[in-house]
């Protein structure tokens, strides 16, 4: 939604920079926002433009903003208020003309109360809130996501995946994705990287259901009274998942040859009586 937000506004032809809060060490974070100048602190060898510099005439998105420590939050106050910045280190203030927009994945407002967020920062971050509702609350979304997906993997892996099964379709449109967007995309990637045929069918979504990754591992996640060929079958597809869809490197942990691995697989795939993961 930034990205489409920078690409029809007047801004498009700036630069759209993306800062994660957090993904970046606390310790790291005022510098990567404003700059530095060389001799800021030990390792500052060099000038270094911060994602404000970086952003200017363009958009700066800032994601995960409820990461950012209270300290921060009050530099980036000043900085929205008064459209300048001063790097870490510096004295000179440099003038800001970017466009903003901010994201979280929680309730800014709920934060406000136990005091992990500003309330002046919120107040001034609302200005137009766009809500985007979780992947299971707009499924009618799914089809065009999982088509988008399967294509581009497809010709990022070379495997020739023409479409997905109207039943695998169905399987996925149910499951409730908690994990959103990025889980399904992983899911796709994985179950491209594992297809035997030119389409998707649910023989080739080997991954676990995604509705369950909350659940604990113990034990391998197998029930007792799983024959024996059904355990053999989930920690070979499991083993799959862990390195990546790579057989060689499946073959070499299970302790198998790659030509035995094959084998199972297309026998699990060619099996009408297989039962999917749960």
Not at 81 to 99: D, M
Not at 120 to 144: F, G, S, T
């Amino acid at each position: 939604i930034a990205r489409a937000i920078h690409q029809i506004s007047d801004r498009r032809n700036g630069p759209l920079v993306t800062f994660d809060c957090a993904a970046v060490p606390e310790g790291l974070a005022e510098s990567q926002l404003f700059g530095h100048v060389r001799g800021a602190f030990t390792g500052a060898i060099e000038n270094r433009e911060g994602v404000f510099s970086q952003a200017d005439h363009g958009t700066l998105f800032i994601d995960e903003l409820c990461e950012l420590s209270m300290p921060l939050q009050a530099k980036l106050l000043r900085v929205i208020q008064g459209r300048e910045f001063v790097k870490v280190g510096g004295t000179k203030p440099i003038r800001t003309n970017i466009r903003l927009v901010t994201a979280t994945n929680k309730d800014p407002k709920q934060a406000v109360d136990p005091g992990a967020f500003r309330a002046d920062l919120y107040y001034r971050v609302a200005v137009v809130m766009i809500k985007v509702p979780p992947l299971r609350e707009r499924r009618e979304d799914i089809p065009l996501l999982v088509e988008h997906f399967v294509t581009r993997y497809s010709a990022a892996y070379k495997k020739p995946i023409h479409g997905v099964q109207p039943s695998a379709m169905e399987r996925m449109a149910a499951l409730p994705w908690p994990g959103n967007v990025r889980q399904l995309e992983n899911f796709l990637a994985q179950a491209v990287v594992l297809a035997e045929g030119d389409m998707l069918t649910e023989r080739d979504l080997f991954v676990d259901d995604p509705g369950s990754v909350h659940a604990p591992a113990s034990g391998g996640g197998y029930e007792a009274d799983l024959p024996l060929r059904e355990v053999e079958r989930r920690h070979i597809l499991r083993t799959l998942q862990r390195v990546h869809g790579n057989r060689t490197e499946a073959a070499r942990v299970l302790g198998i040859s790659v030509r035995c691995l094959q084998y199972k697989l297309k026998a699990y795939t060619q099996a009408a009586d297989t039962p999917s993961i749960a």
